[in-house]
């Protein structure tokens, strides 16, 4: 298929970010005619990366859930329960079912172009975009970028940890889970390095997704994220005898610098267009209404503009406190999640965690913390 020489939509990363705002573009009746060119350096074709959500009623994706629960343990010092999720689910989407579906989708719908080249640079040129993929130039009216070219240049003060992972998906030949209990936080390794947890997601009694995860400045070794997996599936699941089917390693920025949304008529995406909640590092489902927004903001004005919110900016607030208490060691993080999720329905957690509570319900959760270490952070970031 011969390339236009312009298009509406060109979309630069063909990752989580951009795939989804494609599709949602291509349920929207009245972007029906708009032009999309997807640039991304290969195709995704592994089961490279697994994405965890919670979420209350059947959504944008859910013909591709690998597995949902309604309950799920958490572990702290000297904690443990069994939580009721209702109405929410605690659902998961393997990394290949999320690209299958999307490349299936795109490809009958007739209306994407794709380019398989490294983007090297994106402009804004006489009222729309150029994008210089490979020896290419691309022309468009809008570019929708999920890739993060560089670290980006933090300010003085900003906060700038890593959420990094190993996970391991293991057969054992004994059933020794239970598929209808998850692990959602589990506080009891050790935390020597730094706010430490393992989740466990399980596929069947003999079949889950264990993943080592940190929240701490600086990555460690790859044999020490394996010893941890080993020494957690020892001694808290009893399981010496396993195979090892799949591993996955991610990192994920759990920053307060500030991502620009919009560059001229560069839309950024994902974390590139700060859609990663900088306390947890959860990326899903604020990609999925991001890119909604912006979907439905493109159907009724034809210009992508959102505007930050008091919403929002309260939330970052909130979210700086806590990179505060955790960069500056202030109070560990196991101590802070144990006491979150025994203090709080996990329902409030949730609806916290999704930016979706109003003031009151926040001032209550918040008085479930300590008050003083709080207050103090809360204050300087305030001020900062």
């Keep these: 298929m011969p390339l236009k020489d312009r298009y509406d939509y060109i979309v630069t990363g063909g990752g989580c970010a951009g795939l989804s705002f494609i599709l949602h573009v291509l349920q929207a009746p009245s972007l029906a005619g708009k032009t999309i060119l997807l640039i991304e350096k290969e195709q995704h074709r592994t089961n490279d990366r697994t994405w965890c959500y919670w979420e209350k009623k059947s959504g944008f994706f859910e013909d591709i859930v690998f597995r949902k629960w309604d309950k799920a343990w958490f572990h702290g010092l000297g904690y443990g329960a069994l939580k009721n999720l209702g109405p929410y689910a605690y659902k998961m989407i393997r990394g290949i079912d999320f690209y299958n579906h999307c490349y299936d989708r795109i490809t009958q719908s007739g209306r994407v172009d794709m380019v398989h080249e490294a983007v090297n640079r994106i ?26 070219f560089e670290e980006p240049v933090l300010a003085d003060n900003t906060y700038y940890l890593l959420q990094h992972f190993k996970g391991w998906i293991i057969e054992t030949k004994e059933p020794v889970f239970d598929p209808a209990q998850p692990t959602l936080m589990d506080f009891r390794v050790a935390q020597d390095n730094g706010t430490t947890f393992v989740y466990v997601m399980p596929f069947s009694a003999n079949k889950a997704l264990v993943e080592f995860t940190l929240f701490t400045p600086s990555l460690l070794e790859q044999e020490a994220y394996d010893a941890g997996l080993r020494q957690y599936l020892k001694e808290y699941l009893n399981i010496k005898d396993y195979s090892l089917l799949e591993e996955e390693f991610g990192v994920i920025p759990m920053t307060d610098h500030v991502f620009s949304p919009i560059d001229g008529n560069i ?8 859609q990663t909640k900088p306390s947890s590092g959860y990326t899903f489902r604020f990609i999925q209404k991001h890119v909604a927004a912006l979907v439905d903001q493109l159907a009724v004005s034809s210009h992508p503009f959102l505007k930050q919110s008091g919403l929002q900016k309260r939330f970052m607030w909130y979210d700086r406190v806590l990179l505060h208490m955790l960069f500056h060691k202030k109070m560990p993080g196991a101590r802070i999640f144990t006491l979150l999720f025994s203090r709080n329905p996990i329902q409030r957690i949730f609806r916290f965690l999704d930016n979706e509570t109003k003031l009151p319900e926040e001032l209550i959760l918040l008085n479930t913390l300590p008050q003083w270490p709080f207050m103090k952070a809360g204050w300087k970031e305030l001020f900062k």
């Design 267 to 274: 839309v950024h995406l994902g974390t590139a267009g700060g």
């Design 123 to 148: 402009d804004n040129v006489g009222g729309g975009v150029e994008v210089s993929a490979g020896n290419e130039i691309f022309r468009g009216n809008f570019a929708f970028n999920s890739i993060l």
